[in-house]
Each structure stands twice: as C-alpha cells, then as structure tokens.
C-alpha cells in the first residue's frame, strides 16, 4: 500500500497534473476536508460525464434521461472514491509536516 501511496502523491504533486486547476491544489501541509472531496469530484468528474453522454448522443441521436443519471451517478461515485483516497494520502501526508494545519476549503 506504501507503493500506492507513493504514487498517487507523486501524481498529485506534478503541476502537469492539475492543467487550468492549479487553485484547486491544497499546499502539501494543508488537511483536505469533504468538502474539497465534493467539490473536486464534481469539477474533474464533468469532463467524463461530457464524454459519455455526447458518446452516446453520437451513436443512437438521444440520450435517455435513465442513461444520464446512472453516467452521472457512475462518475460521481467513481469520482469520490478516487478523491476519497487522494485526500486519506494527502492528510496522512499533512499531519506528518504540521499536525495542526486547517482543512482546506474550497474558497482559497
């Protein structure tokens, strides 16, 4: 798991990583809260809830309204899991440089 962990932050530290978000980024001893969570999921999750509907508006000219909420669902579920997991890395990470650092909020 150390590897896992290793990795997703090595990820997340590029600036490549976070191309026109770079403000969405918490400095390395900054504490992610749910907030950030939700917030992060939605934004970097749009762009595949976009790719899938337009996808299937290409091949059949509609998109029921039954396969937009489960593209949206699946996503966004995807999404927090994924976040959910950055975030246990990145505060793991923060406690060990300040113990006392405040969650980030989505506002800075």
């Known amino acids: 798991m150390k590897t896992l962990e290793t990795w997703m932050l090595r990820i997340a530290d590029r600036d490549a990583t976070w191309?026109?978000?770079?403000?969405?980024?918490?400095?390395?001893h900054q504490r992610i809260g749910f907030a950030y969570i939700l917030?992060?999921?939605v934004?970097?999750?749009l762009p595949g809830m976009?790719?899938?509907?337009?996808?299937?508006y290409f091949?059949?000219?509609?998109?029921?309204p039954e396969i937009l909420?489960?593209?949206v669902l699946l996503v966004l579920l995807i999404?927090?899991?994924l976040h959910s997991l950055f975030a246990h890395y990145w505060n793991r990470?923060?406690?060990?440089s300040t113990p006392n650092a405040p969650p980030h909020s989505s506002g800075q």
């Open 19 to 28: 191309i026109g978000l770079g403000w969405l980024r918490p400095a390395k």
């Open 43 to 45: 934004l970097l999750g």
């Open 93 to 96: 990470r923060a406690m060990t």
């Open 50 to 56: 976009i790719m899938g509907t337009g996808l299937i």
């Open 69 to 71: 909420a489960s593209i």
């Open 39 to 41: 917030l992060s999921s």
């Open 79 to 81: 999404e927090l899991m």
């Open 59 to 64: 091949c059949i000219g509609r998109v029921p």
